[in-house]
């Protein structure tokens, strides 16, 4: 007898009994054949007579065809077959056995061909030991089983078990146990079939039938599955294979899942993959497990959630149409009802004006707008990131706007983005045109020791660049830890946006992947000084496995990168060497994000990692660590590289650079056309922008300065004939190399005039700076320390004069040209270049750049060239140019241009020393809806070069023009706004009262408001103490001043509307600290606020003004007055 699956032992109660005839049972049976018989067994001996089966006892009918030697031996399942197929076999189950008692084998054989029964034949007795109950598996892995089962029902049954197991290839071991009923078998292969079975085995030896069971060992499951890069619509994740599978063939299969969707199965041989055509902002569900040889190991899941798209956030914020048409700074700078009425912030919407309103305001709280509503529910719906805010915001922004943004970001000490990701095009972006105008005064040590500034536009800079970037969890906050180690100790300051800030835990949906910068750059003094070296910082937002291309760039270029990352994730690192990093590389390894430990990484001949500091529970520990291991790092000489060098990293990081178009490399040839003659500033501008000298001409037809003894008739006439003498030669030469290249570079499209003019801006600055920088603080210097020195002073500002080179000069000579070339004959090409130049320029004055008024060097107003600018500037407003006109005159250097700029969100040249010369004019839209109430269409802001009371003792004229130019601002302005210095109040308030004194003839008195900078905090008497004395002061020297007595000026009503109360302003300093690391000062941004607030309001009390055209006309009949 055989159990059906060959296993071995007699087994009683299996229903696939087999009866096996061996060459013993053919001599039993004795042959003749054919023949068939019966096999029978039964508790109790066979009893010949009967024929019936007992109870307890089965016989199969045995039928043979053929001849069984004909048989092979094994040849069980015909038997059977032929036993089913004669009906009736009966069922044989347990039941019908009992344990441990002896059974009686018989066999009744029967003769086929005669058809009578053979005799009996007892084969034996056998005693049945009992086997154990169910298998169980209590563990499956891919190298072991453990696996149990029952102890057989009988009490007095043995407890010894033999369990045996094979695979489908081989038998592997045989164990015998004693009183346990559990065992382990270990040293399996992985993902196999293995028969397991155990059979009870009583003292002699003899067994049970055995119970069996089959598993397969499990599959290692994948490990470390983990995001690799995340977009809106596509994702990609890796891992590695699992444990012990580095040489066994596999696959991998994948199941994708989100919420209301199909599942996707993917199978893939790699250990990565990348999904695209999937939903935006989704949560989706990712399982991968191992496959192999058909079975799969358990899933190992990650929950990614796609990124948003740009068309889901850009809504919210109310920007949707901003991104293909985008914001420009004309809109920005735009006067509206926010302007007139206070807003309160209750939709997302509105952030964006909000955030640039109190950003173009210099206020370092911009960053921190957020909706108020009384609903808590309706706060968090409507909260927006911060940094989604920006990055939406340069999303949707142009050019100009880029870097107005920027400029004013960085004034007020925030980090500018360096690389800017969009998640709709999964394009990044490095800004670097959007940076090029941040220019920074700083003093290294060695600049410290030498008593000089360094004065740098930062982009053009060598400044060694540290990153800090991020691997796996968030643990810590890296911005609020690099705003403490960037901080004096003087004063915190938040320059990177931190958790901890308004809105700052508000979930990220467009800005990971986000670079950002900022610099750190001494003052030169060792006790405020945190380094003496400049340092630029950056900081990626987002997890560096997600954000390979930005992590490779910052690798390439940066002198060190710190990784932040949670011990777990340490392992990560060894991606390291598939990459080309030049940085040092630094961990800051955390346990959990209690201890941090600085390490350093390097990565040749092969990858170490070693500790630097000890363990580290604080975050003031971390960053005192921190700051060591920066400032061994700049001793060390590190690698520097300007930004503008790494351009070209960048797109081999697949980087695109924001400078990468056509119109700016055409912007920037025409600009190396022009430099390439601009050897020396004071001979270009002699031979390319001669017509500098007709400036002065007729400047001299008006004041008749050098009349000498001529009659003034004659003195005009000779004049006139060296005008023309000028023109003459000027037809004959043509136009000069340097400003044909000018005007080609403005008559062309937008942005690639503004291309061009900022290049231009940048490039002439580099060339006069080495120049002009000794002898700006040779001015400053002076002017402040012995100010009676006016000879000095005088032979310096001309120096400055002859050696300065800017767009304004070309943009002169164009005033210049223009004249002129309505001598030209009217085909002549350098006429109709020229003849566009005025509508050019009135587009640049739509654009916000500011225009030269009066000539900084002449002393002059180009009439007809500002009369034509003006005009096709009323045509291009759709005569829609109603104007109102808001001058600031007064103490020169005391921040009359900064304050402007702060107001109004205006690009004023802001320098120290002598900066503003002559004067500029901005201009300022102003939104339809609110034309009416403010009564014009326009504001024209004029900023004046300050009044220098030092130099009036020299009489000799040559330094009238500061008056003159005061003067004429006043006359134009409905408001002004008179600077006192704080240091030469007096003088400057005699000068002042002059300018206006000048006005009587006129007949016009503006609105006046009286500014003292840098004033500390006063109390409201104080205030009030400092507002009378100012009064008096004014209607003193009304009273003791000849000029006005013979003007028939009695007191100050006569020259000006002014009132004691609203009239008044002391600002506070304008930085926080010590530059250059502080920010403009809350105070001064406020207060600037409440200035315009008030000027806003005064505007709307002004009497209704004519439009541009009478405008003209009023400059050009106060000119010709004054
Ligand atoms: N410390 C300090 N510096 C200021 C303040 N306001 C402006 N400045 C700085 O002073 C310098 C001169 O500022 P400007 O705004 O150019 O001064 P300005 O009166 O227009 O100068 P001119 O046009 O040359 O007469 C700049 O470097 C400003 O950053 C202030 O309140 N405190
Ligand atoms: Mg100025």
Redesign the pocket.
């Known amino acids: 007898f055989e159990e059906s699956d060959g296993d071995h032992g007699a087994d009683m109660s299996s229903k696939d009994v087999k009866v096996h005839f061996s060459d013993q049972t053919k001599d039993i049976f004795g042959m003749p054949q054919p023949w068939g018989g019966h096999v029978k067994w039964s508790k109790e001996p066979f009893s010949e007579k009967t024929s019936e089966f007992k109870r307890s006892s089965i016989e199969i009918p045995l039928h043979f065809k053929n001849n069984l030697s004909e048989r092979p031996d094994d040849n069980y399942s015909d038997y059977r077959t032929e036993a089913s197929s004669k009906g009736d076999p009966p069922e044989f189950n347990n039941e019908s056995v009992f344990a441990s008692e002896d059974f009686f084998l018989g066999d009744l054989s029967e003769n086929r061909p005669t058809g009578r029964p053979s005799s009996r034949m007892d084969i034996g007795t056998l005693l049945v030991v009992p086997p154990p109950g169910k298998i169980k598996f209590l563990s499956v892995k891919p190298n072991s089983v453990i696996l149990s089962w029952e102890s057989p029902e009988e009490p007095e049954a043995p407890r010894s078990f033999r369990v045996k197991w094979s695979s489908t290839k081989k038998e592997e071991g045989c164990l015998v146990i004693r009183d346990f009923n559990k065992i382990e078998v270990d040293s399996l292969q992985l993902g196999q079939l293995y028969y397991f079975s155990v059979a009870t085995q009583d003292e002699d030896g003899s067994l049970s039938k055995a119970v069996t069971k089959s598993t397969f060992t499990a599959v290692p499951p994948p490990r470390r599955v983990s995001k690799m890069h995340i977009e809106a619509t596509a994702l990609s994740v890796e891992w590695t294979k699992g444990v012990n599978m580095e040489e066994i063939p596999h696959r991998f299969l994948l199941t994708v899942t989100s919420e209301g969707k199909e599942p996707q199965v993917i199978y893939t041989g790699d250990c990565n993959k990348k999904f695209s055509d999937l939903e935006s902002d989704t949560e989706y569900k990712i399982s991968v497990c191992t496959v192999l040889n058909d079975r799969h190991s358990e899933a190992v899941s990650i929950s990614v959630h796609t990124e948003p798209t740009l068309g889901e956030v850009l809504p919210v914020l109310g920007l949707e149409d901003q991104y293909d048409n985008k914001l420009t700074l004309r809109t920005v700078m735009e006067i509206n009802q926010n302007d007139i009425s206070e807003n309160k912030l209750e939709t997302p919407e509105s952030l964006p004006e909000a955030f640039l309103r109190r950003l173009m305001m210099l206020n370092t709280n911009a960053r921190s707008v957020r909706c108020a509503s009384r609903n808590v529910d309706t706060d968090k719906s409507n909260a927006v990131n911060p940094l989604d805010l920006i990055t939406a915001l340069f999303l949707c922004s142009d050019v100009i706007l880029h870097q107005h943004i920027v400029l004013k970001m960085a004034l007020c000490q925030f980090a500018v983005p360096l690389l800017l990701p969009n998640c709709n095009s999964g394009e990044i972006t490095m800004m670097l045109w959007s940076m090029s105008d941040i220019v920074r005064t700083f003093r290294p040590s060695q600049q410290a020791f030498l008593k000089q500034i360094c004065k740098e536009r930062l982009v053009f800079s060598d400044i060694p660049l540290v990153s800090f970037v991020r691997l796996g969890k968030r643990f810590l906050s890296k911005s609020q830890m690099l705003n403490k180690l960037l901080s004096n100790a003087q004063h915190y300051h938040d320059t990177f946006y931190h958790s901890n800030m308004v809105s700052g835990d508000v979930p990220r949906r467009i800005s990971d992947g986000l670079v950002e910068i900022s610099w750190y750059l001494p003052c030169g003094d060792r006790n405020v000084d945190k380094f003496t070296e400049p340092l630029a910082v950056t900081n990626l937002r987002g997890d560096i496995r997600t954000f390979d291309k930005q992590f490779s760039f910052l690798c390439e270029t940066s002198a060190a990168v710190y990784i932040f990352c949670d011990e777990s994730e340490a392992d990560y690192i060894k991606n390291l060497h598939k990459k080309q990093v030049t940085a040092k590389v630094f961990l800051i390894s955390s346990r959990q994000g209690k201890h941090f430990t600085l390490k350093t990484v390097t990565m040749k001949p092969s990858l170490k990692i070693t500790d630097v500091s000890e363990a580290k529970k604080t975050d003031t520990e971390l960053v005192k660590v921190l700051q060591e291991s920066l400032s061994l790092l700049l001793e060390s000489n590190p690698n520097q590289m300007s930004l503008a060098s790494m351009a070209e990293r960048a797109h081999c990081c697949e980087i695109l650079v924001d400078d990468d178009n056509d119109k700016y490399e055409s912007a920037c040839n025409n600009v190396s056309k022009i430099l390439q003659h601009v050897k020396n500033t004071a001979e270009f501008k002699d031979k390319h922008l001669s017509s500098q000298a007709l400036s002065w001409l007729e400047s001299e037809h008006w004041r008749l300065r050098k009349v000498g003894k001529q009659s003034p008739e004659n003195y005009r006439k000779s004049l006139k004939a060296k005008e023309d003498d000028l023109r003459i030669k000027q037809q004959i030469m043509g136009m000069p190399a340097g400003m044909l290249g000018f005007t080609r570079g403005l008559v062309t499209s937008e942005v690639q005039r503004l291309y061009f003019l900022k290049w231009l801006e940048i490039k002439l600055d580099y060339v006069c700076r080495h120049q002009l920088s000794p002898l700006e603080n040779r001015y400053q210097e002076l002017s402040e320390k012995s100010p009676k020195d006016t000879q000095k002073i005088a032979e310096i500002d001309k120096q400055i004069s002859v050696c300065s080179l800017r767009v304004e000069h070309f943009l002169r000579e164009c005033g210049q040209l223009y004249k002129l070339a309505s001598h030209l004959p009217e085909h002549s090409s350098q006429r109709k270049t020229m003849e566009q130049l005025p509508a050019t320029c009135a587009h640049m004055l739509l654009d916000g750049f500011p225009l030269e008024l009066v000539d900084g060097d002449a002393a002059n107003i180009p009439l007809k060239w500002i009369t034509d600018v003006l005009t096709e500037l009323h045509h291009i407003l759709y005569s829609k140019s109603k104007l109102k006109v808001i001058t ?1 005159i ?10 402007l ?1 702060t107001m109004f969100g205006l690009r ?10 002559g004067a500029f004019m901005q201009l300022i839209s102003v939104n339809s809806r609110v034309r009416d109430e403010l009564g014009c269409d326009c504001i024209l802001i004029i ?4 009044l220098k009371p030092h130099q009036m003792p020299r009489g000799d004229h040559s330094h009238e023009r500061d008056k003159e130019v005061a003067s004429l601002a006043v006359a134009l302005s409905d408001i002004a706004i008179v ?1 006192v210095s704080n240091s030469r109040g007096d003088d400057v308030l005699e000068l002042v009262l002059h300018a206006f004194t000048r006005l009587k003839d006129v007949g016009k008195k503006p609105l006046c408001h009286f500014v003292h ?2 004033t500390p905090d006063m109390s409201a008497a104080e205030t009030r103490e400092r507002n009378k004395k100012l009064v008096e002061e004014l209607e003193e020297k009304i009273q003791n001043d000849d000029e006005m007595k013979k003007a028939n000026i009695t007191e100050l009503s006569d020259v000006m509307q002014f009132n004691i109360n609203t009239s008044n302003w002391n ?5 926080q600290g010590k ?1 250059p690391m502080a920010p403009v000062s809350v105070g ?1 941004s406020e207060y600037a606020l409440t200035l315009k607030k008030q000027l806003i309001k005064d505007l709307k009390k002004c009497p209704k003004r004519g439009d541009m055209m009478d405008f003209i006309k009023r400059v050009d009949r106060f000119w010709k007055a004054l």
Not at 890 to 899: C, D, I, Y
Not at 943 to 946: F, I
């Open positions: 600031i007064g103490a020169e250097n005391s921040g009359k241009s900064t304050l700029n004023f040249a802001v320098s120290k020393g002598m900066c503003t010369r900023d004046t070069e300050g600077s900078f840098n600002i506070p300093p304008f930085w530059p001064y």
